[in-house]
């Protein structure tokens, strides 16, 4: 455990009262010491976690797919920005540019933009990416103004959350505050109504029964607006996936990881991937103010089903022995079956109008 950043947390709340569930995330893994994201590499069997483009090549060889069959016929000035935010290893943009140097330049059609904060999988990503050029950013503010062509696999879900809980028809925040006794943390509630309350749809209000929670996050509507604005100003697309529901579940989906184990988010702050669901109904709720075109959200299983998955997956067994085609078919079934991401992971697209609708939706 960051014993550090636990100190730093329980005097935080001693001198200025509980916190946030939004401040603790944003702590416990931006933090720019402490921070998990800040430092190491949590990817993989020796990591923490391990995303799609980790599980099998196929995940990122259909998303330069996609890329390639939005791209043909868009009419714009080359080069357009690839973006990618999170990209983790940088595998799934290096599977991505490998497909689709089989149908376009490359080299002259884009510029690689990636959204990176931590300097150690800046440098993994330098590696993987050297014969690109690529661009780094802290975050968007500093990517050109020129059409975006996004990426964003599992990022949304480590954006910091407020949890509000509604009593006597009022809503709450969740807080977190030090526990009686001892130097651990734990959950308290706000005791006056919170102005996030305002924020919640009537349509979703009224379906709100008392001790009901929900999750807002002004940091991924913050997210939503840069690229839809960007998509509105300039053209492009935005391709995002993430874990999450499409309509509010009215609990907690709160949830640390460590060494592959769900753990208890207040335990280890610093040392747990911290990350919520995404309400996928707040986004497309939200992209209604906005000029563009919102496809989904569809499921993992049914996007890259459409996207051919299965028939590449054939193509790569061709020829190889019995234990490496069981080997591409089991990262198959991971990615798409319904008990493991096939369901949870849902599949969103944003598109500028002059954009023929996209495969797999």
Request: proline residues 5%; glycine residues 8%.
């Given at each position: 455990?960051?014993?550090?950043?636990?100190?730093?947390?329980?005097?935080?709340?001693?001198?200025?009262?509980?916190i946030s569930v939004a401040e603790f995330m944003a702590?416990?893994?931006?933090?720019?010491?402490?921070?998990?994201?800040?430092?190491?590499?949590?990817?993989?069997?020796?990591?923490?976690?391990?995303?799609?483009?980790?599980?099998?090549?196929?995940?990122?060889?259909?998303?330069?797919?996609?890329?390639?069959?939005?791209?043909?016929?868009?009419?714009?000035?080359?080069?357009?920005?690839?973006?990618?935010?999170?990209?983790?290893?940088?595998?799934?943009?290096?599977?991505?540019?490998?497909?689709?140097?089989?149908?376009?330049?490359?080299?002259?059609?884009?510029?690689?933009?990636?959204?990176?904060?931590?300097?150690?999988?800046?440098?993994?990503?330098?590696?993987?990416?050297?014969?690109?050029?690529?661009?780094?950013?802290?975050?968007?503010?500093?990517?050109?103004?020129?059409?975006?062509?996004?990426?964003?696999?599992?990022?949304?879900?480590?954006?910091?959350?407020?949890?509000?809980?509604?009593?006597?028809?009022?809503?709450?925040?969740?807080?977190?505050?030090?526990?009686?006794?001892?130097?651990?943390?734990?959950?308290?509630?706000?005791?006056?109504?919170?102005?996030?309350?305002?924020?919640?749809?009537?349509?979703?209000?009224?379906?709100?029964?008392?001790?009901?929670?929900?999750?807002?996050?002004?940091?991924?509507?913050?997210?939503?607006?840069?690229?839809?604005?960007?998509?509105?100003?300039?053209?492009?697309?935005?391709?995002?996936?993430?874990?999450?529901?499409?309509?509010?579940?009215?609990?907690?989906?709160?949830?640390?990881?460590?060494?592959?184990?769900?753990?208890?988010?207040?335990?280890?702050?610093?040392?747990?991937?911290?990350?919520?669901?995404?309400?996928?109904?707040?986004?497309?709720?939200?992209?209604?103010?906005?000029?563009?075109?919102?496809?989904?959200?569809?499921?993992?299983?049914?996007?890259?089903?459409?996207?051919?998955?299965?028939?590449?997956?054939?193509?790569?067994?061709?020829?190889?022995?019995?234990?490496?085609?069981?080997?591409?078919?089991?990262?198959?079934?991971?990615?798409?079956?319904?008990?493991?991401?096939?369901?949870?992971?849902?599949?969103?697209?944003?598109?500028?109008?002059?954009?023929?609708?996209?495969?797999?939706?």
């Open positions: 455990m960051s014993d550090t950043l636990l100190n730093k947390l329980v005097h935080r709340i001693n001198t200025t009262g509980p702590e416990s893994l931006i933090h720019k010491i402490h921070g998990y994201y800040t430092h190491g590499d949590p990817f993989g069997t020796k990591g923490d976690f391990t995303t799609a483009p980790e599980i099998s090549q196929i995940f990122g060889e259909l998303l330069g797919l996609w890329m390639v069959t939005v791209l043909n016929g868009y009419k714009t000035n080359y080069p357009i920005c690839l973006v990618e935010l999170g990209p983790g290893r940088g595998t799934l943009m290096s599977d991505m540019l490998r497909t689709m140097s089989k149908f376009i330049d490359v080299d002259t059609m884009l510029e690689i933009h990636l959204v990176e904060t931590n300097k150690d999988l800046r440098t993994l990503q330098s590696k993987v990416l050297e014969k690109n050029n690529t661009t780094w950013h802290e975050d968007l503010s500093s990517l050109p103004n020129k059409p975006w062509f996004l990426i964003a696999n599992e990022f949304l879900d480590a954006l910091p959350i407020h949890q509000i809980v509604k009593f006597d028809g009022k809503w709450v925040e969740r807080l977190i505050s030090q526990a009686k006794q001892s130097h651990n943390l734990t959950w308290t509630i706000g005791r006056m109504p919170s102005q996030l309350g305002l924020l919640v749809p009537e349509d979703v209000n009224a379906l709100a029964g008392d001790n009901a929670l929900l999750e807002l996050s002004p940091a991924v509507l913050g997210i939503l607006k840069s690229i839809a604005e960007n998509i509105t100003a300039y053209g492009g697309a935005a391709l995002i996936i993430d874990y999450g529901y499409t309509q509010p579940t009215f609990t907690s989906s709160l949830q640390a990881i460590r060494k592959h184990q769900f753990v208890d988010p207040l335990e280890q702050p610093g040392d747990a991937d911290i990350s919520s669901h995404i309400d996928f109904s707040l986004i497309k709720r939200e992209s209604n103010f906005y000029d563009l075109n919102f496809y989904g959200p569809v499921t993992q299983r049914e996007f890259l089903t459409r996207m051919g998955i299965n028939e590449r997956a054939l193509a790569l067994q061709k020829n190889k022995g019995l234990e490496a085609s069981k080997n591409i078919q089991t990262a198959v079934n991971r990615l798409i079956t319904a008990d493991d991401m096939g369901n949870l992971f849902k599949v969103i697209a944003l598109t500028s109008h002059n954009i023929i609708r996209p495969p797999g939706f």
